[in-house]
């Protein structure tokens, strides 16, 4: 809340960025069960609460409500939602009984009691940021980043208006955070770094604020934790269809594994550390960095072995060998694929969970015979553990 209305009780808090909820001293207003079936009131609320004081005009009102296609009666059925939202309204505890007021064609939300709007209080503490620099600066950017929450009004993301208003806020968004981490590594904050970064992180995870992250862990000495994150990050971009990790991103990684440095006399606890937990047996699964490093350096030494070896490429696939998107049945064949995989080549062997529904796999030091003898019984662990038989495996191998 501002500092005109934190002092006030009977302030209505409106929230839209992340969730819409309405909260009035303390405690949540209009629990609506079931959202679809009040859609229209809702739409409807949520339109009056955003434009504030000013109102919207009807046409436009009707506009953002039904669309440029509607073929109904669109100013009956705008009467029919006004009518059954007054009502609720009326029901929701809020002092007062008509909230909404119309006048020379425009419709706006009125009440006795002030209504904070959080995309309405975000706008205006960025206006008051800008211009200034410093530590003043930095902290309306912080106080405008707590209060974004995610998406505008998320339940509205295939109306026009919405999605526009959704874009701007998240423009602004990215580029306050943007200003504030700046800000704070010149300072040498890193703990705030790492705090702040980490919300933007968990709000828009494939928008590279990871790389903040990594780098403040990194300055503060927390190489585990570093590491661990990096190793997470790569995975939930392999994970998910049409997104990579990019070039900006991979030289973070690349950066940060080479600061990590010791001592002569630290070898024995550096390689302690490095023991792979509970020695599992089968091939090895590894990270995105792994697999590539393992794969450079088996090409480096091809040259100079009679047996190179193979990658190997497995994909769950339908009936017909095509490799549709993933669904909930052909991630959990995927499970059992990573099964057969980790089984069937062996423990000088490692593998990655490329995407979804793709494994690769090195298999170093073997012929093509070999190779394909390994594939024989990746596909006979997979028929055991997959019942299926609308299900497969197709495989693409290439000498290394």
């Avoid at 904070?116 to 902290?139: H, N, S, T, W």
């Avoid at 590491?227 to 994970?239: A, D, H, P, S, V």
């Avoid at 998910?240 to 070039?247: K, L, N, R, T």
């Avoid at 969970?353 to 030091?365: E, I, K, V």
Wanted: hydrophobic share 35%; proline share 2%.
């Amino acid at each position: 809340m501002t500092a005109e209305t934190e002092k006030r009780t009977d302030c209505l808090y409106v929230r839209m960025l992340g969730d819409f909820s309405m909260e009035y001293r303390g405690m949540e207003v209009l629990k609506i069960k079931d959202r679809k079936r009040s859609s229209k009131m809702l739409h409807l609320l949520q339109i009056l609460l955003y434009e504030g004081a000013k109102g919207i005009a009807k046409e436009q009102l009707l506009l953002r409500l039904y669309g440029r296609d509607a073929k109904e009666d669109r100013s009956n059925n705008l009467r029919v939602t006004m009518y059954h939202l007054r009502k609720m309204l009326g029901e929701s505890g809020l002092p007062g009984k008509d909230f909404i007021r119309v006048r020379e064609g425009r419709y706006w939300f009125e009440s006795s009691f002030p209504v904070e709007v959080d995309a309405r209080m975000f706008i205006r503490i960025l206006q008051r940021a800008d211009g200034l620099r410093g530590q003043k600066c930095a902290e309306l950017l912080k106080e405008a980043c707590s209060i974004y929450r995610g998406y505008f009004l998320p339940l509205l993301a295939g109306e026009e208006w919405a999605a526009v208003e959704e874009a701007y806020f998240q423009r602004l968004y990215a580029q306050s955070m943007e200003k504030l981490l700046s800000f704070l590594k010149e300072q040498k904050e890193y703990e705030e770094l790492v705090r702040w970064s980490g919300q933007a992180a968990r709000l828009y995870p494939y928008d590279e604020w990871q790389i903040w992250q990594m780098e403040s862990l990194t300055a503060l000495g927390r190489m585990e934790e570093a590491l661990i994150l990096c190793e997470n990050t790569t995975r939930m971009y392999l994970k998910e269809p049409g997104i990579s990790v990019s070039e900006r991103m991979f030289e973070s990684f690349r950066k940060m594994r080479k600061n990590i440095q010791a001592d002569r006399e630290e070898l024995p606890r550096i390689l302690e550390s490095f023991q792979e937990k509970g020695m599992g047996k089968g091939a090895y699964g590894c990270s995105f960095l792994g697999f590539i490093d393992s794969y450079r350096l088996l090409a480096r030494t091809a040259a100079h072995s009679g047996c190179p070896g193979y990658v190997l490429l497995c994909t769950v696939a339908d009936e017909r060998k095509r490799h549709p998107a993933a669904s909930g049945g052909l991630l959990e064949a995927s499970k059992k694929l990573e099964e057969s995989v980790q089984e069937a080549l062996g423990d000088e062997a490692v593998y990655l969970q490329y995407s979804r529904t793709q494994f690769l796999a090195l298999l170093p030091w073997i012929s093509r015979e070999e190779c394909q003898t390994r594939i024989g019984r990746i596909d006979v662990g997979f028929r055991r553990r997959e019942s299926s038989r609308r299900v497969g495996v197709t495989y693409r191998m290439m000498q290394i």
